[in-house]
């Protein structure tokens, strides 16, 4: 990582031979938890990025998934036009079926 815009330069940042023994020490605490803090955040954005991927692939499965049903719906759709087309040869004028009843006036 840069560290972006907020980044000193190293000697503005380390405590000098003139400040406190307790000033040194906190810069010390706060560096460590800066560092725990960015592993943390690392560990984090790697979760992230793998919880997205796994939801690309099944957004990419269950799109395949419908263009199969759809394809399926469209196939059975035809297959049940063309079995009343069949009755409706077979079955001369009877008019039982449904849909029939508008061609009859």
Partial sequence: MSGGRWR???????????AE??????LQRLRA????????LCH???????RLDELRRLQ?????ERELLRG????ARQLVLH???QRGDGAGDGGDAPGDTEDAS
């Fill in 8 to 18: 000193r330069p190293a000697e503005m940042v380390q405590p000098g031979p003139e």
């Fill in 60 to 64: 990419l499965q269950r799109r395949g």
């Fill in 44 to 50: 984090c954005t790697q979760s992230l990025r793998q």
């Fill in 72 to 75: 399926r719906w469209g196939q």
């Fill in 33 to 40: 938890e800066n560092r725990e803090l960015r592993s943390a």
């Fill in 21 to 26: 023994p307790a000033l040194a020490e906190a």
């Fill in 83 to 85: 079995l009343r087309g």
